[in-house]
Each structure stands twice: as structure tokens, then as C-alpha cells.
């Protein structure tokens, strides 16, 4: 944007579709690919990256002017890792069979750019309040495109919505949307999809 | 079969093809995406994955097996595996510096990349939650890293053939395009399940 950060609801807002991190920037691809298979997971996964990215961004904001330059990028990691590692203990003691079937993707919510991306990029030169609407902001922008795209897959891979049985039982299950390809496969098309909006919009 | 039992080969073969960490565990998609428009730093970018993973997976192994686990301290693995990585990076990098330059050009200016490359993080975490010995740890960040270079390499090359020859729709150009690839050259690694297979 060319007049200067964007201030108050218009940093939530500029998330959602105009500078959606994941259409628009490219980031946080890796657990988008990974874990759209399963509408559930997607969603812990979501909420589990939108409290990370409030929190962290809240926290490098307020300590914007005691951190020294030189070390910010360490500093930023570890003040994203201990909210992960917070996450990770919730996880594990209320949805323990999520937790693992998440595996590793918790954990990897540390080196998710969009995190690191929204902290040194925003949170490190704007005031707490703008902070954290911008984290919020990217984190739904980033739960708009990992929900539908799981929602997609889910239940052409397995018949299955929410774990729940929702189309017939005599239904053949694309075994190939919830396998890894299609995971590539289901974004590619989310991101052609939107770019074509996006530019019959302009054309307007 | 009991985890501890299989042969660190098999390991390492199989983190190159059926569990490939780029293709099956989407790890490291960021930079993968970003820097596979160029054959020549593509390759730059795999070979230090390579090396930092080979060498991060061990030290990891030690730190969580000797240093997290007799203090009942396992909650803190993220950090301590971050720090890891981010300290031997680091260090690397100013090694490197000094020694050559022209070690540094083609492998030095990949190293702050890789320190938030979730693959290498991604190698820490599964060698825990496998179990796997030091022996197979080492195994597996080297078949790991291998896997990831030969993937960004394949589809560098493929990118910079289309880029000559063929036009894409304008709505699928950059990203788009190279994630379709991603899916065809995941489907072939695919194909090599019936070879090896670990979980």
C-alpha cells in the first residue's frame, strides 16, 4: 500500500482479500497443504494460528523499543515459540487425539512465515492496538482459505464433513484428494479461482 | 516391525522418496516456491539444506535425548530446537565467511533462509515423535535434505523450460503453476511406495 501502514480496522480488514497472506504473499503454504485434509484439524489449526499471531504480535509490539535491532528476528522466534509451545500444552490436555494427529504442523506454527512475516513486518514498528487487529486480520485471512479448501477435500475424500457421514455410503471415495497431491492440486486452484476475481474485478 | 530395528539405509531411502519431506509433509514450501524460478540458486539452496539438516538432526537428537529428557524439560523442544538451528546457521555462516568466499556466495547467502525453513524444524520434530536412534536420526536429516534438493532442483529445471516454451494463463502464472508441477511430481514420488516404506 503506498499511503503508509494501514491504521485500526483497515489492518484487519486488508487481510481478509486485498493483501490475503496466503493468495496474495504466498506464505504459510506448508500447513495449508498439510492439514486441509480433515475439516476438524483445519479448524484447531486455524485458531491455533490466529491466538499465536494476536499474541505474538501484541508482545513484539509492546517490547518494540527494548529490543535491540541486531537480535529482533531471535527475539521475535522465541517470543512465537513460547506461545506455540502454550498451544501445544492446551492441545494436549484437551484434545489430546487431535494434538497428534497434528503431529509435528503445531510445532511447525513457529516457522509459519505468516507469523514471523506479520512481526517483523507490522507488529515491530506499529502501536499494540494495530498490532494486533493486523495478526488477527492475517489469521482469518488465513483460516478463509484453509476452511474451504479442507471443506472441499474432506468430503470428496471420505465421504465425511466434520467426521460426520454426509454424502451416501455407496459413495467412491477419491482416495486422491486426501492424499498429498491434491493438496497442491486443491490450492493451485483456490489461488487461480480468486486471482480471477480479483482481475474481472479490476476489469470493472 | 519395532521402529528401532530398521536399517538407517532404509531410513534415509525412504526420506528421499515416499516420505519425502517437500512432497508428502509440505515442509519448506515457502522457499521452495520462492526460489525455484533459477536452477542455479535452487541447487545453491539444496545443498545447504542438506548440509544443515544433516548436521542439526543429529545435534538435535543430543539435545532432546541427553539434555531435555533426564531433566523432564521435553516441553521446551520447540525452543531448543529452534535455538539449535538458529545458533549452528549462524555459526556456518561465519565459518564459511572466512574460509571462502566463493563458498559463501554459492552457499553462504542461503544460510539465514534456512534457519526459518520449516523443514529443518520439521526434521527435529518427527525424528522425536518416531523415535528414531541417532543413528537413523543422521540417516534421516541427510535422506531428508536430499529429498528436498531433489525436489526444488526438478522443479526449478521444469520452470525454467516453461518459462521459454509454453504460456500459462495469466491467473495461474508464478505460484499457481508451480504448485500444479509440485502435485504432478508428488504423484510420480508417489510410485516409489511400493519400494520402501516407514511411518
Known amino acids: 500500500m503506498s499511503t503508509g501502514p494501514a491504521k485500526g480496522m483497515n489492518a484487519l480488514k486488508r487481510m481478509l482479500w486485498d493483501e490475503n497472506p496466503v493468495i496474495g504473499q504466498i506464505l504459510g503454504i506448508c500447513s495449508a497443504l498439510a492439514v486441509t485434509n480433515l475439516v476438524k484439524n483445519t479448524l484447531v489449526m486455524c485458531l491455533g494460528l490466529i491466538f499465536t499471531l494476536m499474541m505474538s504480535c501484541l508482545t513484539v509490539s509492546l517490547l518494540r523499543n527494548v529490543i535491540p535491532r541486531r537480535v529482533r528476528m531471535i527475539v521475535q522466534v522465541l517470543v512465537i515459540a513460547a506461545y506455540v509451545i502454550f498451544i501445544k500444552i492446551v492441545l494436549d490436555a484437551y484434545l489430546p487425539e487431535i494434538s497428534n494427529e497434528l503431529g509435528p504442523y503445531v510445532g511447525l506454527i513457529i516457522t509459519n512465515c505468516i507469523v514471523m512475516g506479520r512481526t517483523e513486518g507490522y507488529a515491530m514498528g506499529n502501536k499494540p492496538v494495530d498490532a494486533v487487529l493486523d495478526g488477527i486480520g492475517a489469521g482469518i485471512g488465513y483460516s478463509l482459505v484453509l476452511l474451504p479448501i479442507a471443506m472441499i477435500r474432506e468430503p470428496l475424500g471420505l465421504g465425511t464433513f466434520f467426521g460426520i457421514q454426509v454424502l451416501p455410503s455407496d459413495w467412491t471415495r477419491w482416495n486422491m484428494m486426501v492424499i498429498a497431491p491434491s493438496g497442491f492440486f486443491a490450492l493451485a486452484t483456490f489461488i487461480w479461482v480468486v486471482r480471477a476475481f480479483k482481475t474481472s474485478g479490476a476489469k470493472r | 516391525m519395532d521402529i528401532q530395528n530398521i536399517h538407517p539405509l532404509v531410513i534415509f531411502f525412504a526420506a528421499i522418496t515416499t516420505n519425502n519431506i517437500l512432497l508428502t509433509n509440505f515442509l519448506g514450501m515457502c522457499s521452495f516456491l520462492a526460489v525455484s524460478k533459477d536452477l542455479k540458486s535452487s541447487m545453491g539452496l539444496g545443498a545447504a539444506v542438506i548440509f544443515v539438516s544433516t548436521f542439526t ?143
Open chain 2, 57 to 199: 538432526a543429529p545435534l538435535n537428537w543430543l539435545v532432546f535425548h541427553k539434555l531435555l529428557v533426564p531433566f523432564n524439560l521435553e516441553y521446551l523442544q520447540y525452543i531448543a530446537f529452534i535455538i539449535v538451528i538458529a545458533a549452528f546457521t549462524q555459526i556456518i555462516e561465519m565459518v564459511i565467511e572466512r574460509v571462502s568466499t566463493l563458498l559463501y556466495l554459492t552457499l553462504g547467502i542461503f544460510l539465514p533462509l534456512i534457519t526459518v525453513n520449516c523443514a529443518i524444524l520439521g526434521c527435529a520434530l518427527f525424528l522425536v515423535i518416531r523415535q528414531y536412534t541417532l543413528m537413523q536420526s543422521i540417516a534421516y536429516g541427510l535422506g531428508a535434505g536430499t529429498g528436498w534438493a531433489l525436489a526444488i532442483t526438478a522443479l526449478a529445471g521444469i520452470r525454467v523450460r516453461m518459462e521459454k516454451k509454453s504460456k500459462v494463463i495469466p491467473e495461474l502464472e508464478g505460484p499457481g503453476i508451480a504448485l500444479i508441477i509440485t502435485g504432478i511430481i508428488a504423484m510420480a514420488f508417489i510410485g516409489f511406495s511400493g519400494i520402501v516404506k516407514i511411518n
